[in-house]
């Protein structure tokens, strides 16, 4: 008999599979226990190795940054721009200097018979920059050279023939940029794009004899 605890009713060997030697000797209590066994086992390492997955996949999953239109810099060269969440400055159909926002962004997509939706965003961002560098060089190089017409015609000096769109570098047009800053009318830049504008008083002369 084995004893219980005050209060509780003897638990007799009888009541043991098999008897006295039921747990040791009992093909269905062997059996039922190794069952037990066997599936806790499973469960432990069913749940140790969903563990390990979620973990494995929080370390090679990447952390999104906090604004992904910030890095087009990095793909698209310098940028001039805004910080993030101001509005773009221009319209996109906006024209200064004779160019525009889609004018720029559809040369830089004639390469492409079909392109993708990324490769039009990128082209978009692309855009955006050199158009907002451009402004930047034609209404200061219309302060710095009033004879020329900057405003109406600015951007073909700025214009690069040799590339397969027609478009300069963005990086080539910051470096302008930079350079008409710090030079002025003194720069070589200022006397080399001046030499590629076109003149008011050329448009005014055949104005008055039309």
């Known amino acids: 008999m084995i004893i219980a605890p005050e209060g509780?009713?003897?638990l007799e060997n009888s009541m043991l599979?098999?008897?006295?030697?039921?747990?040791?000797?009992?093909?269905?209590?062997?059996?039922?226990?190794?069952?037990?066994?066997?599936?806790?086992?499973?469960?432990?390492?069913?749940?140790?190795?969903?563990?390990?997955?979620?973990?494995?996949q929080g370390e090679a999953r990447p952390a999104l940054p906090a604004n992904p239109v910030a890095s087009r810099g990095e793909e698209a060269g310098p940028s001039n721009r805004a910080p993030p969440g101001v509005p773009y400055p221009y319209q996109p159909d906006e024209v200064i200097g004779g160019d525009c926002l889609l004018s720029i962004e559809r040369r830089l997509l004639a390469k492409y018979s079909f392109p993708s939706l990324e490769v039009i965003r990128m082209a978009r961002f692309d855009a955006e920059d050199r158009f907002e560098v451009k402004v930047e060089i034609i209404k200061l190089m219309a302060g710095l050279d009033p004879t020329g017409d900057w405003m109406g015609r600015g951007a073909r000096a700025l214009d690069?023939?040799?590339?397969?769109?027609?478009?300069?570098?963005?990086?080539?047009?910051?470096y302008l940029l930079d350079e008409l800053k710090e030079g002025g009318v003194e720069s070589p830049i200022f006397s080399h794009l001046r030499s590629k504008v076109f003149l008011k008083w050329n448009d005014d002369a055949q104005n008055s004899a039309s």
């Open 17 to 56: 599979p098999g008897g006295a030697s039921g747990a040791s000797s009992s093909p269905s209590w062997t059996e039922d226990s190794f069952d037990m066994r066997v599936l806790c086992e499973s469960f432990s390492e069913t749940e140790m190795e969903s563990g390990d997955t979620s973990v494995n």
């Open 8 to 10: 509780t009713l003897p």
């Open 160 to 174: 690069n023939p040799r590339t397969a769109t027609g478009e300069e570098s963005l990086e080539k047009l910051c």
